[in-house]
T-cell receptor, first 111, second 115 residues
Framework: QKEVEQNSGPLSVPEGAIASLNCTYS??????FFWYRQYSGKSPELIMS????GDKEDGRFTAQLNKASQYVSLLIRDSQPSDSATYLC???????????FGKGTLLTVNP | EAGVAQSPRYKIIEKRQSVAFWCNPI?????LYWYQQILGQGPKLLIQ????????DSQLPKDRFSAERLKGVDSTLKIQPAKLEDSAVYLC?????????????FGPGTRLTVT
């Protein structure tokens, strides 16, 4: 059973702080990794994808991947109340390239 | 570019009844996915189509769930008969093609309540 684990949270940070979200995965053969944001009552929205070791930056978001440690993280700089949502880590696994999702981490940014 | 369309958005049925959900993917997307998301959980893949062929249905409860994508574009997911534990959001997603670098985009989902 290929698994994706996330801290369930909730994670609470003050406005303007850095929020750090973590994810580990069990399948060493995984090649691609995604972060989705899901507001309450809405569907998941893709915010970052990362395929190789290291950092990938997009605006206030940075995804970090370490395949040796089977670890992927998402940093949100200058957190805003509008960033309050559940963040889902998804890992592409298996020969059919299906996505396995973690349970998500609920982030609350306090004004 | 229009996103993934789904209908209905909400559905309430009694247990043992049947229900069907419809999905139209992003234009030109060959791969279509149906997920089930139970409250507090991440989405779980039910079935994956490449054009009109099934790629993976290993987690689809085939005794009660069925899905088709006859013309390789839109798709229907059916539950018959429904159980209380089927209460969830059913999400449709699509990607341009099948492969590790192809990103999946989700529709708004259908919230199913089984009473």
């Amino acid at each position: 059973q290929k698994e994706v684990e996330q801290n369930s949270g909730p994670l609470s940070v003050p406005e303007g702080a850095i929020a750090s979200l973590n994810c580990t995965y069990s399948d060493r053969g995984s090649q691609s990794f995604f972060w989705y944001r899901q507001y309450s009552g809405k569907s998941p929205e893709l915010i970052m994808s990362i395929y190789s070791n290291g950092d990938k930056e997009d605006g206030r978001f940075t995804a970090q991947l370490n395949k040796a440690s089977q670890y992927v993280s998402l940093l949100i700089r200058d957190s805003q109340p509008s960033d309050s949502a559940t963040y889902l880590c998804a890992v592409n696994t298996g020969s059919n390239y299906k996505l396995t999702f973690g349970k998500g981490t609920l982030l609350t940014v306090n004004p | 570019e229009a996103g993934v369309a789904q209908s209905p958005r909400y559905k309430i049925i009694e247990k043992r009844q049947s229900v069907a959900f419809w999905c139209n993917p992003i234009s030109g997307h060959a791969t279509l996915y149906w997920y089930q998301q139970i409250l507090g959980q991440g989405p779980k893949l039910l079935i994956q189509f490449q054009n009109n062929g099934v790629v993976d249905d290993s987690q689809l409860p085939k005794d009660r769930f069925s899905a088709e994508r006859l013309k390789g574009v839109d798709s229907t997911l059916k539950i018959q008969p429904a159980k209380l534990e089927d209460s969830a959001v059913y999400l449709c997603a699509s990607s341009l093609a099948l492969g590790s670098s192809y990103e999946q985009y989700f529709g708004p989902g259908t919230r199913l309540t089984v009473t």
